[in-house]
């Protein structure tokens, strides 16, 4: 789970990161009064899950109450690679006198934690290692031992990091590296890290949790902002469904999770892209197939479906029943293929509701049912 801004930097403020005085805003209103409360001079920050929001234009300068307004009208709606901008960080304008780059992340090559500091930054890390390999160090952190002072040396000493910094830095590592093993968290960043007249201020702020241990952060749970494929992801995941939205256009229903796969190969092969990826289980009631019929309806992208049920613990007839039911409204085209335990009785009901319903299309074997999903979609 990725943190917004504005939320990581409320977590490293709390553990003594110094941010700039900023608070959250969610109208154009809002921009003006905090934008007066802190002075005037403001930054607008677009607060959206996606890295690169300064060349994208989510981050603009104002140097009045005014300008903020103007600027804040601008922003709200705007869409950055595909996310649109409701709220917006507004933050007093700090004074920068050089950016920098502190993070450490989790790195499975060796099996640790990789601790990256640069005495450049701003622009994203991988292009900070081509254009100054000089400026830029890394060491591996055993997560037994911690990070240890040397190691913090080696890092300011191998990234050309001015002297006067030397303290506050070492200081923010410690409090990254306390960060990263309390929150459990695959990456934390501060990019750019800044040199003001005040000391070093964290002026971006990247927090992303271990989804697999969030369950032992109740309190960062809570903070999650959805987008609209993680809407239906915690959708499927509340009703206990094995769902994935992917960005094709063929639906894709079918039990077992190499079934689902072969399934969305075929519809590969057919010249198309599945719109998900969708396992309803081995032991599939009616309801579970109306719940993932009404999933895979609520994806606009959606032109098809292909429903490839293989009956062994799910018997043909069962899922019968919940298809009738589940498909007593949809309009967009069908294809389903029901084999194994009672597969006769389930493809006699099929047979008898598809009677009247142009858009059902009932097929024996899984290549037919894909060509047959591709060429209706
Ligand atoms: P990102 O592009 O999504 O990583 O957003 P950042 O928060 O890192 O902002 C991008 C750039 O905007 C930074 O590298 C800074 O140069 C600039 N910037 C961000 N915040 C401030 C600020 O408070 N004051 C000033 N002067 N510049 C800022
Ligand atoms: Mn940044």
């Known amino acids: 789970m990725r943190l917004h801004e504005y939320q990581a930097k409320q977590i490293f403020s709390k553990h003594g990161i110094r941010v700039a005085r900023g608070k959250l805003a969610t109208s154009v209103e809002e921009v003006g009064k905090i934008a007066e409360e802190l002075g005037g001079k403001v930054v607008l920050k677009s607060q959206v899950l996606i890295g690169g929001r300064g060349k994208a234009g989510g981050i ?13 009208k601008q922003m709200f709606g705007m869409v950055i690679k595909g996310h649109v901008v409701e709220k917006i960080y507004v933050e007093e304008m700090i004074d920068i006198r050089q950016e920098m780059y502190a993070g450490l992340t989790i ?72 960060i990263m093993v309390h929150y459990e968290a695959e990456l934390v960043e501060i990019n750019p890290l800044v040199a003001t007249s005040e000391g070093l201020i964290a002026a971006d702020a ?47 229903v079918a039990n077992g999770a190499g079934m689902a796969m072969a399934t969305m190969d075929l519809i590969y092969l057919y010249g198309r892209k599945p719109a ?7 032991g599939a009631s009616a309801e579970v197939v109306r719940e993932a019929m009404n999933l895979i309806m609520s994806d606009k992208n959606v032109k ?25 409204d949809v309009e967009i085209p069908v294809v ?11 493809r006699k009901i099929m047979e008898e509701f598809a009677k009247d319903r142009r858009n059902i299309h009932i097929v024996e074997t899984m290549e037919d049912g894909a060509e047959k999903a591709v060429s209706l979609g």
């Not at 300068?61 to 600027?71: C, D, G, L, N």
């Not at 992303?208 to 992801?233: C, V, W």
């Not at 389903?336 to 389930?346: D, F, K, M, V």
Request: hydrophobic share 40%.
């Open 60 to 72: 603009k300068k104002a140097y009045s109450v005014e300008e903020a307004v103007e600027k804040a």
């Open 107 to 178: 790195d499975r090559a060796s099996k640790g934690i990789a601790a990256i500091l640069s005495s450049v930054g701003g622009m994203d890390i991988e292009e900070i290692a081509v254009s100054h390999p000089g400026k830029i160090a890394k060491v591996t952190v055993n997560p037994k031992w911690g990070l240890w002072d040397y190691q913090i040396r080696e890092l300011l000493l191998n990234s050309e990091m001015p002297r006067e910094y030397w303290r506050e830095v070492t200081s923010i590592l410690k409090t990254l590296y306390r």
């Open 206 to 252: 990247r927090l992303n949790i271990d989804d697999s241990a969030l369950f032992r952060h109740k309190e960062l749970e809570e903070l999650r902002d959805y987008t609209e494929a993680d809407q239906m992801e915690r959708i499927a995941m509340e009703k206990g469904l094995n769902y994935v939205k992917l960005d094709g256009s063929i639906g894709v």
């Open 276 to 282: 998900n990826f969708f396992d309803i289980g081995g």
């Open 304 to 328: 098809a479906v292909f429903i490839n049920i293989f009956g062994g613990i799910t018997r043909c007839d069962e899922v019968a029943m919940g298809l009738v039911e589940a498909l007593g």
């Open 336 to 346: 389903i293929r029901l084999a194994g335990t009672n597969e006769e009785e389930g």
